[in-house]
């Protein structure tokens, strides 16, 4: 995983997701905290790409929460170390895969869904399975032909302009 392919509010997830793992005592970071923080964001996004593709994010959330509640919990000397699951390093793999595919430079939140949610065998693929099964895959983006992770002025310069012209 290279941090310097990610947005930076792709970042501020994967930042939030591991002090969730740490506030809660989990010794392991896993799809479940990412997906977690991506379902609890105040904008929506997550979940509104979800609801789209015709799942429920309110049932992904509450599964999600259900299960983190279950795993087990670290007190004592151990509990400030948390370790990366490898489903979620299979889903950070599978999230900078499909933003290469998709032709973009950096790895957007709605990859990090994608590839948190791809993972099958990750309780959070599980799921995020179960309740948008059938359907097109919520997190895919929904952008058309437009590659917005390739820059912050790209449309801009499509038209001629730069960020300081009008």
């Not at 959070?124 to 895919?140: I, M, P, Q, S, Y």
């Amino acid at each position: 995983m290279n941090i310097e392919k990610y947005t930076e509010r792709a970042r501020g997830f994967i930042q939030s997701a591991q002090s969730l793992a740490m506030r809660d005592g989990h010794q392991q970071f896993t799809t479940l905290h990412l997906l977690k923080v991506l379902l609890d964001d105040a904008e929506g996004l997550a979940g509104g790409l979800i609801d789209r593709a015709g799942g429920n994010s309110r049932a992904i959330l509450k599964a999600t929460e259900d299960a983190l509640a279950k795993l087990p919990k670290v007190s004592g000397s151990g509990a400030g170390q948390i370790y990366l699951a490898s489903d979620l390093a299979r889903a950070f793999d599978a999230a900078e895969k499909a933003a290469e595919k998709a032709g973009d430079s950096f790895v957007t939140v709605e990859r990090l869904l994608l590839g948190a949610t791809l993972e099958k065998d990750s309780e959070a693929g599980c799921h995020f399975g179960k309740a948008v099964k059938g359907r097109r895959h919520a997190a895919e983006p929904q952008r058309g032909d437009r590659n917005l992770a390739q820059g912050p002025h790209r449309g801009l310069r499509d038209r001629g302009r730069t960020p300081m012209t009008r």
